[in-house]
Nanobody
Framework: QVQLVESGGGLVQPGGSLRLSCAAS????????MGWYRQTPGKERELVAV???????NIPDSVKGRFTVSRDNAKNTVYLQMNSLKPEDTAVYYC???????????WGQGTQVTVSS
């Protein structure tokens, strides 16, 4: 049974930082692209970070310079470091695994990130 379990979400003030973690089980973690999407009510899910099996990252311009993604294959875990957070970063963040930069084969349950003073 495949499981992607996110943690690390919560409430943070504007300008603050959070690190999300996603622990995977039931898959050969090292052969999957891993990453993160986010979604707010009424909007489509938005890709925010991807890391390939070889460690190449893809960060969209909307969060480039503030978000970084990393992976620890020994721990079957992918991380999303979010700095200089803005209210518009408020969303549910989903971990995902796939065989390309599009991810989307497996999904976590999501973790809420709220940026507010």
């Amino acid at each position: 049974q495949v499981q992607l379990v996110e943690s690390g979400g919560g409430l943070v003030q504007p300008g603050g930082s959070l690190r999300l973690s996603c622990a995977a089980s039931g898959i050969t973690f090292s052969v999957y692209f891993m990453g993160w999407y986010r979604q707010t009510p009424g909007k489509e899910r938005e890709l925010v970070a991807v890391i390939s099996t070889g460690g190449t990252t893809n960060i969209p311009d909307s969060v480039k310079g503030r978000f970084t993604v990393s992976r620890d294959n020994a721990k079957n875990t992918v991380y999303l470091q979010m700095n200089s957070l803005k209210p518009e970063d408020t969303a549910v963040y989903y971990c995902s695994a796939g065989i390309s930069m599009a991810l989307g084969i497996y999904w976590g349950q999501g973790t809420q990130v709220t940026v507010s003073s």
